[in-house]
């Protein structure tokens, strides 16, 4: 479904020129779970954030259910993220003095969709995420988990093809991670195609496909075989920890 | 997004910044404050002047003698004691009225007028009043409504009945709010018997409520004057004013030889310039508003450039998820215009109110808001929303959605 080939993100950080994503090509079938590991710094985001179609590469090709997509004018690509693909952010991103409800609903603001359908559309995801009961309180007063779970929420409202987010585990505690895992799980199962980047293992484990990214190189890949345990695909296994390790300090 | 959803919106984020938008709130209440008062404020000049005018001014030629113009006009007079010095020096003549009529067939009626101040009682009280000689046809070129009884009659001519008609003030003083037709009041001596009373009646330059009018031979029986302070002429067409005007011109200096003692005015003239002066003042008027206008502006200006900077995080994620540069120019658009048009109405709201303060303790101005002026105040503050509003909403449409991830 999806298809990035030879994607290069370069910045001038003042004089110096610096690829943070650096040759990167990758193809994402549809209902597939890929789950991208790194160190920090070692521009998942960027990749994320590229494929999101939020950042533009500044080399490569990019396709996208058969369209190449970077041509696309500004207004092409809002209507373009707005229909399908739902993005949970690093930082939760929601506005802190709307309420849950009209948090998950903003993304419907901008689709051909009534008033009464799109309140009923937001209430049922909420109900997805078990956010519907708080659906009337301000955000800014929420628990992180229960923030994650709203803006978990909001990605879905649209009922994109292509769900991205970006570390959804990260500052969570125990009991609010599973609940985010139990969401992705249930999401992977109705055959989702989704990519996460995350920095936890356990988080990683629920993915089929886990990638390793390294100075914005892909590092290796690897496949989840039936007992869950990952199968090397290119340059080896490789988890989290040791790709932590491997990162240049 | 619903027009009332972006409303809303627009109204919290507003409330985010009450101070400054308070103050550009402010601003536009003022602007537009000015405005609607001031365009108000000669509408209802103009109005009230039109409305005195009643008909007199577009047919009407007034003789007047030249040394009031010229010599004897001082500031420090009033209208009076000048119309009586006037009189004395007047070359005019009820003969000159007489020969206008028979000879300048457009003119319908020739009405001379002459007055003294002088006292008049009742027995019990007295007062000063400007004793008026004039004819019947006076009626036929001042609109004054009758409070009581009529005016002088060609029978109150010919058999020089001792009729006098009072003015509104002179009625009031002589007998207070009582019916004064068929009681005596006498003047110069002679006992004469009100036939009518005069509605108050207000028209720059003339007074009307102090004067005790009878007819024109009585009053020169009873006072030295010999002279018409003013002769009003009657024109059966505005259009043949001009032409009439120097006929009259002709018949008058013609019977004085040559004497330029006197002076044609004709009061269209006068409204004509004094029109002028309206669009002239409304011209600054509406000068000096534009100006505070602009400055409103830049106060809304500055609100919305900092609700700009302050949500590029929302804009960023608005963008995000779907909207086009469309909806944010119309969303910050939208919140200028909510300031400049609240604002605004407030403005018309207020200056209505001090219209109406206004208009109670000067009970001769009226106080009507003309829907022009609300127009053109709303005109004013939708273009100052729009001008003002334009460049933080183009700030909003160049926020990317990357900008508002990466901000902290
Ligand atoms: N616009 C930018 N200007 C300068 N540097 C940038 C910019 N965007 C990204 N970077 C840099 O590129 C690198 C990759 O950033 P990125 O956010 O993709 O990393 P990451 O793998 O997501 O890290 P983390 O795990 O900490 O979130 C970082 O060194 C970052 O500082
Ligand atoms: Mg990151």
Request: overall charge positive; glycine content about 8%; cysteine-free.
């Amino acid at each position: 479904m999806i298809s990035l080939s030879h994607v290069t993100k370069t910045i001038a950080d003042g004089r110096l020129k610096q690829r943070i994503v650096d040759d990167v090509s990758l193809s994402i079938d549809e209902g597939e779970f890929l789950a991208i590991v790194g160190p920090s710094g070692s521009g998942k985001s960027t990749l994320l954030n590229i494929l999101g179609l939020l950042d533009k590469p500044t080399q490569g090709e990019y396709q996208f259910g058969g369209e190449s997509v970077l041509g696309l004018s500004g207004g092409r690509l809002a209507t373009f993220r707005n229909r399908r693909i739902g993005f949970v952010f690093q930082s939760f991103m929601l506005m802190p003095r709307m309420t849950v409800l009209q948090n998950v609903e903003l993304p419907l603001l901008y689709a051909p969709i009534g008033r009464r359908a799109r309140r009923d559309r937001a209430r049922e995801v909420l109900d997805q995420v078990g956010m519907l009961t708080k659906q009337k309180r301000t955000s800014l007063h929420l628990s992180g988990g229960e923030k994650q779970r709203v803006a978990i929420a909001r990605a879905l409202v649209n009922n994109p093809k292509l769900i991205l987010a970006d570390e959804p585990t990260g500052n969570l505690d125990e009991e609010s991670k599973r609940a985010v895992l139990d969401i992705f799980l249930r999401l992977r199962q109705q055959n989702r195609t989704i990519v996460m980047v995350t920095h936890d293992a356990e988080a990683a484990r629920i993915a089929d496909r886990y990638l390793t990214i390294r100075g914005g190189r892909i590092a290796s890949e690897a496949i989840r075989s039936d007992e869950g345990a990952r199968v090397p695909v290119a340059v080896g296994i490789e988890t989290d920890e040791e790709a932590r390790e491997g990162a240049p300090s | 997004m619903s027009l009332f959803r972006g409303f809303s919106t627009a109204l919290h984020s507003l409330w985010d910044y009450k101070g400054r938008t308070t103050l550009a709130l402010l601003g536009m209440l003022v602007s537009s404050l000015l405005l609607a008062f001031l365009l108000a404020l000669l509408f209802n000049f103009k109005l009230t002047m039109e409305g005195e005018m009643q008909g007199f001014g577009f047919r009407e030629i007034v003789a007047m003698p030249g040394q009031l113009l010229n010599k004897q006009f001082s500031k420090s007079m009033d209208l009076s004691s000048l119309l009586s010095v006037t009189s004395m020096n007047s070359d005019l003549t009820y003969q000159d009225a007489q020969n206008v009529k028979r000879e300048v067939p457009d003119v319908t009626a020739a009405v001379p007028q002459s007055e003294v101040v002088t006292s008049a009682n009742t027995g019990s009280t007295s007062t000063e009043v400007l004793y008026t000689g004039s004819t019947p046809a006076y009626t036929k070129v001042f609109s004054i409504p009758l409070a009581e009884g009529r005016w002088l009659n060609n029978a109150d001519v010919k058999n020089e009945a001792q009729s006098i008609v009072l003015g509104s003030a002179a009625k009031e003083n002589l007998f207070g709010s009582k019916p004064a037709v068929g009681k005596t009041v006498t003047i110069k001596g002679v006992p004469f018997k009100v036939v009518g009373v005069l509605k108050p009646k207000q028209l720059i330059g003339f007074d009307f409520n102090d004067r005790a009018y009878t007819e024109y031979q009585m009053f020169t029986d009873t006072t030295s004057v010999r002279h018409a302070s003013m002769i009003f002429f009657m024109v059966n067409s505005a259009s043949n004013l001009h032409k009439a005007d120097g006929q009259i011109y002709a018949v008058i200096s013609g019977d004085h030889h040559g004497d330029k003692g006197f002076t044609l005015v004709k009061p269209y003239e006068a409204l004509h310039f004094l029109n002028l002066i309206m669009q002239l003042v409304t011209a600054v008027t509406m000068g000096i508003s534009g100006i505070s206008f602009i400055v409103g502006g830049i106060g809304i200006m500055n609100v919305m450039l900092l609700v700009v900077k302050e949500r590029t995080r929302e804009i960023g994620l608005r963008k995000a998820v779907g909207a086009k540069s469309y909806h944010v120019l119309l969303q910050f658009l939208s919140e200028s215009l909510l300031i400049s048009v609240v604002g605004a109405a407030a403005g018309v709201g207020v200056s209505y109110g001090l219209l109406r303060l206004l208009g109670h303790y000067y009970k001769a101005i009226s106080a009507h808001m003309p829907l022009y002026v609300v127009e053109t105040s709303l005109a004013f503050s939708l273009a100052v929303g729009l001008i003002f509003g334009l460049w933080p909403a183009v700030k909003a449409v160049r926020v990317q959605p990357m900008d508002a991830l990466r901000y902290e």
